[in-house]
């Protein structure tokens, strides 16, 4: 996950900024704009042009972090159309730890029987968590325990800062 141009600075790409409904109707937009083309006329392209460009917003606009531990700085960004990247930098001196947590996704799909079925997707999340532990900041996703919680540990590391464990039962260790 090390950048390419700078061996300080971490980034993580956490994914698309629109749910997956939003994403498909994207690039829907985006093969939908193929019709008005075909009309040959001038207002055709310029409708094209518009679902391209409201298409692409939706399907290519992801999200981010950005962790530069020299400077202890950390920057959630946006990247438009997969091509123009925006955010600020946040300092993250006043965060003390570094945990893991499971999220678990669930998609529920009903059919006309009226049975709905559950699909779940567990994705691990570290977060970096400030001295009363109140406030937290994500800095990365994972599919895997054993990856987030080794990444963890070497964030925890890196920024010198404290690894903790939280059990839904047990609290804070």
Known sequence: MLSDNDEYIINCKLGKSFVSGIVTMGYALIVLSILPVLTLKIIGFIVAVVLILIGGFLAFTTSG???????????????????????????????????????????????????????GDKNYEVYLIDNPKANRQIIATFKHAKSAVAFAKKIAEKLEIKYINYHPEKGWE
């Open 65 to 119: 972090v950005d962790v530069d531990l020299k400077e202890k700085k950390l920057s959630n960004y946006l990247v438009y159309y997969g091509l123009f990247k925006t955010g600020n930098w946040v300092d993250i001196k006043n965060y003390n730890y570094v945990t893991v947590s499971m999220l678990n996704k669930i998609t529920s799909f009903r059919a006309r029987i009226k049975k709905t079925t559950n699909i």
